[in-house]
């Protein structure tokens, strides 16, 4: 089994950034995607981001030119750097994980963490 927890999130002016980590722990020999989605009240979950074990990269078209995912498997951690936020971008943000090299990772999730963009 994986286990996932999320850090970094919290409030911040629009044009602010922002940067997530998820932190994972038990079975890490088996991932491959890591990644992250987010989903704000009233919508549906929606990914945002995703990255293989090679550093194939998948971006929300709302998300491109702003935020960066990276991997340190070592540190068996990816994070999401966030720039240039938006009020839009306001949502409970999950990291998610795959044993597969899908661009959907949906295997393991974390609890989320908030963040939330003033306008």
């Known amino acids: 089994q994986v286990q996932l927890v999320e850090s970094g999130g919290g409030l911040v002016q629009a044009g602010g950034s922002l940067r997530l980590s998820c932190v994972a722990s038990?079975?890490?020999?088996?991932?491959?995607?890591m990644g992250w989605y987010r989903q704000a009240l009233g919508t549906q979950r929606e990914l945002v981001a995703a990255?293989?074990?090679?550093?194939?990269?998948k971006y929300a078209d709302s998300v491109k030119g702003r935020f960066t995912i990276s991997r340190d498997n070592a540190r068996n951690t990816v994070y999401l750097q966030m720039n240039s936020l938006k009020p839009e971008d306001t949502g409970a943000y999950y990291c998610?994980?795959?044993?597969?090299?899908?661009?959907?990772?949906?295997?393991?999730w974390g609890q989320g963490t908030q963040v939330t963009v003033s306008s």
């Open positions: 998610a994980v795959d044993r597969s090299v899908t661009l959907a990772p949906n295997d393991y």
């Open positions: 038990g079975s890490i020999f088996s991932i491959n995607t």
């Open positions: 990255i293989t074990q090679y550093s194939i990269t």
